[in-house]
């Protein structure tokens, strides 16, 4: 017995959120609502105490509405225990015979596709279960197994631990929009408080400079350092905002409010700014000398601390005027990909490059790692053509293989060019660790200057965040103690193209300092 259920994989859900959008799509309903109150962030900056590691001291705040799920999406949900595997196995069979899956917690230990997990490391994850066989084995949907894994009745009875029920709700009613999205602004500019959200993530911005020691937040965690807690809130702050957004988007399709499209977008990038500050406090970890990332993390907290505030004033005025006022909105100069542009200028990256991301995967020894703990491109399925053509976009990709260095981890790299006059900018490229988006300037003969978006998706992903243009899916692998294991899902190089603003001759590319952003080619063009 099988229920045909699509599973729903976003990089702004967890897995029961995941489950949530599967289930709301299966159904033919919404669920964004859920997430109503999933932007916040918390900073115990009274813990004074420099023993205390600032993962203790943060949070993300999220307040997961399931009530709203229930009233204004008709989706009930229930958080059962068990005591008894078989007591589980009954209620699914249960649920299945009336068209509904059901979702169960496993630890990943016990989990065959989770690799890198499976019988090593202990954690909490759920998935959904939409099937069941004669011998009482499961049928689950994850976000690594969209298409369905089976997992053993003796694998669910040794990490088993609680369940979750569905009802479909035949009634359940409109919301009052613009009470719920003032509530959930208001709550991050608490007047009863000393400081509000803002001012919390300035003072943790403050503190993180001066008494970071990343030796000691992953203190416990030195064999999985990304496991620690600065490193899981961090992420789930970035995510709390993604899933605001879409909340957002919702209520805009849903009740015809325009303005909050713009506002959903804001809050959207806000959380991959985050993501990026995730992701570079990750790198820190690796980098003996990181000063200088430190700080630029620092300088990027305090940034998207002011952009959020002007975000949550902005809601809270169209909330309570029905108007507002969005002149900062800054429209990028995305390149036209339908153009057909003349010429094409490849600029030759071999002298800055600093990073060997492709490999075979079968040198004894393979320096490959275009991300941290040993993870890399495989060549299989490479273009043999070094010439790639992406949708009027030209690059000449690198030679791999052999450890040559193959791409730029952006560290803050001049890219010197012979004075030249092009009007677009194009890069190939993906990020790690994470989502990020920074500026790379191109500085002009007569001494203009132009920042223009450097802004990727990570390399796992297959779902855009700056709307890229997909230049390549192939395979990922991963270096272990006992050999290379090849990723089972499929991984990516992106391509984006920027017009100029300005007409006179270009001499000069500065990337910024951000090394999960990895450059393979930069075109110009004309």
Request: proline share 2%; charged share 25%.
């Amino acid at each position: 017995m099988k229920l045909d259920i699509k599973f729903i994989s976003d990089d702004a859900y967890n897995c029961i959120e995941m489950i949530f959008a599967s289930l709301a799509l299966y159904w033919k309903k919404n669920f964004e609502l859920i997430g109503a109150e999933s932007w916040g962030f918390t900073y115990k900056s009274s813990d004074v105490s420099l023993e205390i590691p600032f993962g203790e001291k943060i949070d993300c705040a999220i307040n997961y509405k399931n009530d709203y799920l229930e009233k204004y999406h008709g989706i009930q949900v229930t958080f059962r225990e068990a005591n008894n595997y078989i007591d589980i196995v009954e209620a699914i069979k249960e649920k299945l015979k009336d068209d509904t899956p059901v979702c169960i917690y496993i630890d990943t230990y016990w989990c065959p596709w989770f690799v890198g997990y499976y019988k090593k490391i202990h954690s909490a994850h759920y998935c959904l279960v939409t099937g069941i066989d004669e011998s009482n084995n499961l049928f689950c949907k994850d976000a690594l197994a969209k298409d369905g894994e089976w997992l053993s009745l003796d694998h669910f009875s040794k990490g088993f631990k609680e369940y979750i029920d569905f009802r479909n709700l035949e009634n359940y009613t409109k919301c009052y929009w613009k009470e719920i999205v003032r509530d959930a602004t208001l709550r991050l500019k608490d007047k009863h408080k000393s400081l509000n959200v803002f001012d919390e993530m300035r003072l943790f911005a403050k503190d993180l400079r001066e008494n970071l020691h990343l030796s000691k937040e992953v203190r416990g965690y030195e064999d999985r350092p990304f496991q620690a807690k600065i490193y899981k809130k961090l992420f789930n702050i970035s995510r709390g905002r993604k899933v605001f957004s879409k909340a957002l988007l919702y209520v805009s399709d849903e009740y015809r409010v325009s303005e909050l499209k713009v506002l959903a977008d804001l809050i959207n990038k806000a959380g991959n700014k985050w993501s990026g500050i995730f992701g570079m406090l990750c790198k820190s970890y690796y980098i003996k000398d990181n000063k200088d990332l430190i700080n630029r993390i620092v300088e990027k907290i305090k940034d998207v601390a002011d952009e959020e505030e002007i975000i949550a004033d902005t809601i809270i005025e169209l909330c309570m005027n029905e108007s507002f006022n969005i002149s900062y909105y800054d429209i990028e100069n995305v390149m036209d990909t339908s153009i057909q542009l003349s010429e094409f200028k490849y600029i030759n990256l071999s002298e800055y490059m600093n990073n060997i991301g492709f490999s075979d995967g079968t040198l004894d020894n393979c320096k490959a790692e275009i991300s941290s703990e040993g993870r890399f491109f495989l060549i299989n399925g490479l273009p043999i053509n070094n010439l790639w053509m992406i949708d009027n976009m030209k690059f000449m990709f690198p030679n791999t293989g052999n450890n040559k260095l193959d791409n730029i981890s952006c560290m803050g790299q001049n890219i010197k060019l012979d004075i030249c006059n092009y009007r677009y900018v194009m890069v190939l490229g993906c990020a790690e660790l994470g989502n990020h988006s920074e500026k790379m300037l191109v500085e002009f003969e007569d001494g203009y200057k132009e920042e223009i978006p450097l802004e990727f998706t990570s390399w796992l992903s297959c779902n855009r965040s700056f709307n890229e243009v997909v230049a390549w899916e192939g395979k990922g692998a991963v270096r272990t103690n006992t050999g290379i294991k090849t990723y089972p899902f499929s991984v990516y190089l992106y391509a984006k193209g920027y017009q100029l603003k300005n007409n006179s001759k270009i001499y000069n590319i500065q990337l910024p300092l951000c090394p999960n952003i990895h450059v393979f080619a930069i075109t110009l063009g004309r």
